[in-house]
């Protein structure tokens, strides 16, 4: 009976491995919740507000006592205590510091986005509360997404049209003919962007392709009269339509300049805003519960299938986004095959002996190496070796501009693979060992060969552990950000690694990065204030 009493030598450990479990699940959950409540907020529209400061207080902009914007935050403003020296202070100037101290030692403090950064020369500004002497929803507030310069808010005055017609804001048809313009302007946007980057890239694609077709006839000594005449004419049919698809673009651009809308800000001054700047507009105060969840998908949806812009403090994410799911999918696919194969020599072919542990205990070490020695080797190996060679045997035309010479998404690839290649061997060795002896030995009975038992019975088995380092691996490239630094990732770049021209996959360009991207947002932004709300909406 004393015997049943005895507890198990081994409890407080389990108890303990239960409590570091508990703990490191919070801090999980923490951290998700942290990056999903930061980073959802950013796409609901919030209403803004003017404020007018009291009597003798300043904003600093402009000299002026009123702004508006957005309330960012909320947050307390801590102010160092001051030490005065009281034998060498006066008594009245003792008591006035001691009153200060004990009347705002944590005051409240209001982080207002106020846009306009091309007037003010910031976009966010810090008020405090204390200051404050009235605070307002004026209902004709409308906020303006804009292609440059970052977002306007203010009052909306008139619309003047490229004809000379004035319409004011109180006019029955403004909201009509706003609409209506900010329409036709996105029209024309879209039509640039088509002529610039297809119609017109695709130009240019051609005659550089006739130039490089010039310079491998220079260097084979077969450049005759004949052969120039033939290139110079293909080259004028080019240039001829180039100069018609430029033309357009030009005059598009013209358009987009002609009508304006006049804001009125909240510090006074009246700006004029060019409709070709104009992405999208809303009056914030007017919105309700449903038209706040429509914007909020909305600007969801213009997140995840737009380009930044802004020095990528604006607009979205999508070639980030583009260029890391093709990188992770090459990747798997260099991983894969070598990894699965490596695994299967190591486990079931070769002898088991010092040379086989030996590899194994170098794949283990590998597992082990910093991801940026993966980058300079494949920086040396793929990019200026391999590359290289390419460039010599099959783009000597194009030379001294590199092709395959310098970083991209090709190599990149490779990189990642390579860095990864370790963590698909062990994953795929260990489903092999899984497998029972008996299930091999019953196959090789009934007449199998040692392949065909690999094949149709161990990998199927074994195909759990194989999908398991597929993941890690994926996981762990995808993630990566210090190796592509130095083979192919770019702040911002301005074509996809597969589009729609010849030859459709483009494995020498350049791409960009989830993980690049939160890291240029967090630490190379010309404005960290702004590109906070877009840090935590990638990382979500």
Not at 473 to 498: H, N, Q, S
Request: hydrophobic share 45%; net charge negative.
């Amino acid at each position: 009976m004393a015997g049943m009493d005895h507890k198990p030598a081994g409890e407080p450990m389990v108890w303990f491995t239960g409590m570091g479990l508990a703990i490191g699940m919070i801090m999980i959950i923490f951290l998700l919740g942290l990056i999903f409540t930061r980073g959802i907020v950013t796409f609901w529209p919030k209403e803004v507000v003017e404020i007018t400061l009291k009597e003798g207080v300043q904003t600093g902009i402009m000299g002026k006592p009123a702004l508006g914007g957005e309330i960012n935050r909320q947050q307390k403003k801590y102010i160092p205590r001051v030490l005065i020296d009281e034998s060498a202070a006066g008594e009245a100037a003792v008591e006035e510091a001691k009153a200060l101290e004990v009347q705002a030692e944590y005051p409240m403090e209001w982080q207002l986005f106020v846009a306009n950064r091309d007037v003010y020369g910031f976009s966010f500004k810090y008020i405090d509360a204390i200051d404050i002497a009235e605070v307002s929803e004026p209902e004709n507030a409308i906020m303006i997404e804009r292609s440059r310069y970052g977002d306007t808010i203010g009052v909306p005055v008139s619309l003047t049209l490229a004809n000379g017609t004035v319409i004011g804001a109180e006019d029955p048809d403004f909201e009509e003919q706003l609409h209506g313009l900010v329409e036709t302007a996105n029209e024309r946007r879209a039509e640039i962007l088509h002529l610039e980057r297809n119609e017109i890239g695709n130009i240019n694609t051609q005659l550089r392709e006739i130039q490089l077709e010039q310079r491998r006839l220079e260097m084979a000594d077969k450049l005759t009269p004949e052969a120039m005449e033939k290139l110079e004419a293909r080259r004028a049919v080019f240039q001829k339509d180039f100069e018609v698809k430029a033309a357009r673009a030009r005059e598009l651009r013209a358009m987009q300049e002609t009508d304006s809308l006049q804001v009125r800000l909240f510090t006074g001054e009246d700006r004029s805003v060019f409709f070709g700047d104009i992405l999208h507009y809303y009056f914030p105060n007017q919105l309700g519960f449903a038209g706040k969840v429509g914007l909020f998908f909305h600007n969801m949806w213009v997140f995840v299938s737009t380009e930044p812009r802004e020095a990528n403090t604006e607009g979205g994410i999508f070639p980030a986004i583009f260029g890391t799911f093709v990188m992770t999918l090459l990747m798997s696919m260099a991983v894969t095959p070598f990894g699965v194969i490596a695994a299967i020599y190591l486990r079931e072919y070769a002898s088991q002996g010092i040379f086989v542990r030996a590899v194994r205990i170098a794949v283990n070490n590998l597992a082990g190496v910093p991801s940026i020695v993966f980058g300079v080797f494949g920086l040396g190996f793929f990019v200026y070796m391999v590359g290289g060679t390419i460039d010599n045997l099959f783009y000597e035309a194009a030379l001294p501009t590199p092709t395959f010479g310098t970083g991209g998404i090709f190599w990149a690839s490779l990189t990642l693979a390579l860095m990864t290649v370790p963590v698909v061997i062990v994953s795929t060795e260990e489903g092999l060992a899984a497998v029972p002896r008996g299930v091999r030995e019953a196959s090789l009975a009934c007449g199998a060969s040692k392949w065909q038992t690999i094949q149709r019975i161990v990998l199927p088995a074994s195909s759990s552990g194989i999908l398991t380092g597929l993941i890690l691996a994926m996981a762990r490239g995808a993630g990566e950000v210090a190796p592509l630094m130095l083979v192919g990732v770019v702040k911002l770049a301005p074509t996809l690694p597969i589009d729609g021209s010849f030859p459709f996959v483009h494995l020498d360009r350049k791409f960009m990065h989830l993980g690049f991207h939160i890291y240029d947002l967090g630490f190379q932004s010309p404005d960290a204030e702004a590109a906070i709300p877009m840090v935590f909406a990638t990382t979500l």
